[in-house]
């Protein structure tokens, strides 16, 4: 089973708004990830947990604030998002964030969240 | 700077036939390589991956050829079908300044399988 699941599926919200994207996986991996995806535009990397801590951060705007609860669980919280943050967002497992061999670090992906700010 | 490029943007193949996508990547810390096929608005899916030790993986239809020393991968799909039609996306993976693995993606192939 290499399954990742987000939700919501969809999301829009206001730019005043707080909303919060979730995402699991049960695949005992202990490295998770967010990603941005723009229309026609590969992912983009946003912040990696390694073992629950936070590993990387690829400058990403403070109106997103990540969050993993526990190895099984990774939250984005959103706040006062502008309209150019509206994409697809999508969150990603792998078995171990560093120190393995090279098929450790395969990473499963989420179905994703459309996410619409008006 | 583009690390993993994949430089044809689109490719149309007839049904049977093989598909080949390329790519070509730029940095020498790469150690894995994966492909990973994607639908509109859905998260990518995992389709094959070569570690930087070998030049040739095979699973199925689809086979991953690695030659280090041009920095190429391409991805065999035969016999290609219509179902294949996506978008593909090469992804090269490296350990970060922080210990992490890190992917590097190309910006992708739309792949049209005609019937």
Known sequence: DTEVTQTPKHLVMGMTNKKSLKCEQHMGHRAMYWYKQKAKKPPELMFVYSYEKLSINESVPSRFSPECPNSSLLNLHLHALQPEDSALYLCASSHRGGGGVGSSETQYFGPGTRLLVL | ?115
């Not at chain 2, 030049?55 to 991968?73: I, M, P, Q, W, Y």
């Not at chain 2, 593909?88 to 190309?106: E, H, I, N, P, R």
């Open chain 2, 1 to 115: 700077d583009q690390q993993v490029k994949q430089n044809s943007p689109s490719l149309s193949v007839q049904e049977g036939r093989i598909s080949i996508l390329n790519c070509d990547y730029t940095n020498s810390m790469f150690d894995y390589f994966l492909w990973y096929k994607k639908y509109p608005a859905e998260g990518p899916t995992f389709l094959i991956s070569i570690s930087s030790i070998k030049d040739k993986n095979e699973d199925g239809r689809f086979t991953v050829f690695l030659n280090k020393s041009a920095k190429h991968l391409s991805l065999h799909i035969v016999p290609s079908q219509p179902g294949d039609s996506a978008v593909y996306f090469c992804a090269a993976s490296a350990v970060s300044g922080a210990g992490s693995y890190q992917l590097t993606f190309g910006k992708g192939t739309k792949l049209s399988v005609i019937p």
